[in-house]
Every structure is written in structure tokens, then in C-alpha cells.
């Protein structure tokens, strides 16, 4: 992580900060728990507001040109591509505003090709007869056909290779600097939990390996998004998703609406802006459901306000967050 000019340069409290700071540690907490909530309230708003302006149903249009892929495709993507997280053909590319850059490598899978040719139930050269029923064909209203299926090479592209229009529902990472002292607070209390902090340079951007207890982040993204990661991360561990008697994979939606969101507000309290990112990220894990976002709003509220008091967070003034 990079300290940037700003964050090691602190800003100067007001007279008020000051007043809230030397005041009694109820006091600070009681002014801690109003903005959090106030800041929970803002992202459950202003992701409701892109939700009743369209923007679930464009992301659905969006999803619609993605297959699903089969098991062994996946796999041929992740042998070729482990980095891979969206991928389509040239056209489909095309049709989302995107194009292909030239030069880079398709991703090779297998599609099926199917297609059909009548078949007759003439006598064999053994006597018997060549029936459709021994072809495993089918008897329709043109006649008997059989039906056959075969594969051929095709080449898919990740959205990495491509550029153009940005996609709905697909956080684009943030960039810029890092908040040096948030980062080293936030690996902190993932250590104090007893969780190591790696950094990667594959797979998806964040994880939390409850078994291993391990906390990855991609050293190859920019300090702004590390952190932001990192915020996530701690934010599933804080929230109890880690925990044994949690099935995550049952809960996953509001598990990464809880996360993101916890994420958000520390982010905010710091002064990182991660507005536009975390609305794309929640309208995506709640399904364009906002009662998702509103049912997880007590655990948020609480994991916040913990994490910001072990971070020893100075407390808001004037409706701006702390940066």
C-alpha cells in the first residue's frame, strides 16, 4: 500500500470535532451510531433509486446474452484463463457495446452443433430391418429422423480483453490512492481475529478462507480498491459469516449484501468514496431486491460501529465523513 499525500497529511478538526472528541466515551459512541445509520440509510437509498430507475432490469438484459456454461467448459476457461470472471463470444461482445481488442487470445470451449437426418427402415444386409427405434431416432409428422450431436472449437473472450460501454451491474474496481492508516487498522483486527492477510495476483479480488483462516487480497489492483476489499473481507468475518454454525452458501446473497455494506461505511467514514461501486455490487447480490439490503440493516449498523471504535474512527462533523 502507497500512502498518498492527502492521507498523510491530517486534516485540521473543527471546533466541534474537537468538543465530540474530549466528550465522553457514551458521547462519542451515541454520535457514532447516528451516522453510521445515516450512512446505511444512503446506500440502501441510493441503490433503491438505480433499482426503480432501471437499472436491475438493464443488468438482467445484460445477464441474458451470457450463457451458462457447462462443468467442462468451466474448466477449459479456468485452465486457459484462471483470471477470467465474465466471458462471451466476439459478437455477443459486440451487441453490449463492447469490442474485442485487437491481438488477444481467445479462450477455446466446446459448442454443440445438433442436427438431424432422416432415416428409412430398410432390410439390413444381415435381414433384419433398420429400423428408428435402433437409431434412437424419433417418429414426427414429416417422417422418422434421427437426431445427432457434435462439438466444435468455438473462442469466447473475458471482459478484461474487451473495451467499451461499461456494463450494468458490474462494479467496475475503484482507483486512486489508499488510505495508508485504514488499511494497517483494517489488517489489524482481520489479525486480531486470527486471520493471516495475503495478498494474491489470481482469483477474484478479496476471500476469507474460514478453514485455512487466511484473508486474500490482489496485490495487483489499485490501493483505493485494496482497501476497500480489505473492508469487505473483514466485514464477513465481523458479521459472524465465517463462523461454523453459518451456511454461507445458503445465504450468500445477504451474506455479500451484509459485507459490501459494512464495507461502504468504513469506506465513507474515511473519506473513500465508494458510492457508485457499492450500489452496482448490492443491486447485483440482492437481485434488485431492496428489503434484502433493509434486512440486514441492524447487523450492518452493529459490525460498524464495533469496527469503527476498535479503529478508533474520529467521530463525523457537519454531515461529511472523517477523511
Known sequence: MTRSTSAARAKR?????????????????????????????????????????????????????????????????????????????????????????????????????????????????????????????????????????????????????????PLPGLADRLTGTGDQVLWDGLARLVAARGYTLTRTTTGPDGYTHPASHTVGVRADVQDAHAVMVLAHELGHIWCGHTDTDFDYLAHRGTAEVAAQSVAYILAAAHGLDAGAYTADYLIGWANGDVDTLRATAATVTTAAREILAALDTPAFTSGQPAG
Do not use: C
Open 13 to 165: 478538526p473543527d471546533t466541534n470535532t474537537v468538543e465530540r472528541q474530549v466528550g465522553t466515551p457514551q458521547s462519542r459512541a451515541a454520535d457514532r451510531a447516528q451516522r453510521v445509520a445515516a450512512l446505511q440509510e444512503q446506500v440502501v437509498t441510493a441503490t433503491a433509486a438505480l433499482v426503480e430507475g432501471g437499472a436491475w432490469q438493464r443488468m438482467l438484459a445484460v445477464a441474458a446474452r451470457f450463457h451458462t456454461y457447462s462443468l467442462g467448459n468451466q474448466m477449459l476457461i479456468a485452465l486457459q484463463n484462471p483470471d477470467a470472471t465474465r466471458v462471451a463470444g466476439f459478437e455477443a461482445w459486440k451487441a453490449l457495446g463492447r469490442h474485442v481488442r485487437k491481438g488477444e487470445r481467445g479462450i477455446a470451449i466446446l459448442a454443440p452443433m445438433t442436427f438431424t437426418r432422416p432415416t428409412s427402415t430398410d432390410t439390413g444386409a444381415d435381414g433384419s430391418a433398420d429400423t428408428a427405434a435402433d437409431a434412437g431416432a424419433a417418429q414426427g409428422d414429416e417422417g422418422t429422423v434421427q437426431t445427432f450431436t457434435r462439438f466444435k472449437v468455438v473462442h469466447v473472450f473475458d471482459i478484461d480483453q474487451t473495451d467499451g460501454d
